[in-house]
């Protein structure tokens, strides 16, 4: 069974510039998480799907992070001006069952 | 509101001696609870986990931990550390579909 995919993996960027990531979850699975991971700290959510409607999304920055999910697979983060204080992995998870969620490699974002 | 304390930032191991992290949690239900690990530059690999039942949890690569309620903790531990397990180390609480609460983390450091 393949993993949750992300795309891309590095991504380098000054700020007030644009950035998106791609998250394809595992196959089946009907509910996505975006988290943010700053270094030194643990995951901290920023978004959560069940299928393509918004379950949870009051920890997103919504005046600059916006996600989608418009056919209840994959899904985009993006990030419409970056900030310093963006620079972290952006970890994609999937959930089947309502009990695990399985994470991505994860897309490590650098804010110059 | 629920939260996850990992007292030590960085523990030191030898290699083949024991090993436990500590984990403590705040929630208001009954905890899911989980035991996630990170190696550089990877996304979050599910280790073990908690839902109800027995106390003591078996996980992958020779892993356990137990579910304390009365100390709201859940310790993970391993009787024999390998070099391989040289990583950073999460624990995290959430329920179900929810989002996970994860504490700091851990670096594991396995000496010579």
């Known amino acids: 069974e393949a993993g949750v995919a992300q795309s891309p993996r590095y991504k380098i960027i000054e700020k007030r510039q644009s950035v998106a990531f791609w998250c394809n979850p595992i196959?089946?699975?009907?509910?996505l998480y975006w988290y943010q991971q700053i270094l030194g700290q643990g995951p901290k959510l920023l978004i959560q799907?069940?299928?393509?409607?918004?379950?949870?999304d009051s920890q997103l920055p919504k005046d600059r992070f916006s996600a989608e999910r418009l056919k209840g697979v994959d899904s985009t983060l993006k990030i419409q001006p970056a900030k310093l204080e963006d620079s972290a992995v952006y970890l994609c998870?999937?959930?089947?069952?309502?009990?695990?969620?399985?994470f991505g490699p994860g897309t490590r974002l650098t804010v110059l | 509101a629920q939260s996850v304390t990992q007292p030590d930032i960085h523990i030191t191991v030898s290699e083949g001696a024991s090993l436990e992290l500590r984990c403590n949690y705040s929630?208001?239900?009954?905890?899911?609870l989980f035991w996630y690990v990170q190696s550089p530059g990877q996304g979050l690999q599910l280790l073990l986990k908690?839902?109800?039942?027995?106390?003591l949890v078996q996980g992958i690569k020779g892993f356990e931990a137990e579910f304390k309620r009365s100390q709201s903790s859940f310790n993970l531990r391993k009787p024999s550390v390998h070099w391989s397990d040289a990583a950073e180390y999460f624990c995290?609480?959430?329920?179900?579909?929810?989002?996970?609460?994860f504490g700091k983390g851990t670096m594991l450091l396995v000496s010579p």
């Open positions: 998870a999937s959930n089947p069952d309502g009990d695990t969620q399985y």
């Open positions: 196959s089946g699975h009907a509910t």
């Open positions: 799907f069940q299928n393509n409607g918004v379950v949870d």
């Open positions: 929630y208001g239900a009954t905890p899911y």
């Open positions: 908690y839902f109800s039942g027995d106390t």
């Open positions: 995290a609480v959430g329920s179900g579909y929810s989002t996970l609460t």
